[in-house]
């Protein structure tokens, strides 16, 4: 019998952990509910039947008669998204390693801002630019959660 691989990730603060495996499709839903729950154009989600906290646990709003949705009361984060009778979603960008689990499929795009199709074509910032706000950049200071546990958060001990 193989041993389950298992991928962890949590909320920005740090303030909720977990673990997953057992992995579904992971998917772009474009639907007006997912926008408003991410504050984005899109949800990226992925199927985890076997979800683990291994710190904190989130909280709950219930965003529909069938759907109710896990965050950080502490951060914001929006963590999952759990359809009633159904395994939850995780959100794939909470997760440590988001590369690991790339979209295979769009849902509601009825429901697409149209400007989402164009996003691959726009220009970024010029070098000028970039140069520019290097310094600026450079300056900044990050309190959000590495990407990988730790024993405790905030961090204690510098090394950790």
Not at 16 to 38: E, N, P, T, V, W
Request: net charge negative; hydrophobic share 30%.
């Amino acid at each position: 019998m193989s041993e389950k691989t298992y991928l962890s990730g949590g909320c920005q603060c740090g303030a909720i952990r977990y673990r997953a495996s057992d992995f579904g499709r992971s998917s772009l839903c474009h639907c007006r509910m997912c926008q408003k729950a991410l504050g984005g154009p899109f949800a990226a989600l992925v199927t985890a039947k076997d979800l683990e906290y291994t710190r904190g646990k989130p909280k709950h709003f219930q965003s529909s008669n069938k759907v109710k949705r896990g965050f950080c009361s502490d951060c914001g984060t929006p963590l999952t998204f759990e359809f009633e009778g159904w395994a939850p979603d995780i959100t794939v960008t909470t997760m440590d390693e988001p590369d690991r689990m790339p979209p295979v499929i769009q849902l509601a795009t009825d429901m697409r801002l149209p400007w989402c199709e164009r996003v691959i074509d726009m220009p970024g910032i010029s070098a000028e630019e970039t140069a520019k706000a290097a310094a600026h950049y450079a300056a900044i200071k990050s309190y959000q959660h590495p990407d990988h546990d730790t024993a405790s958060w905030p961090q204690q001990d510098p090394s950790e």
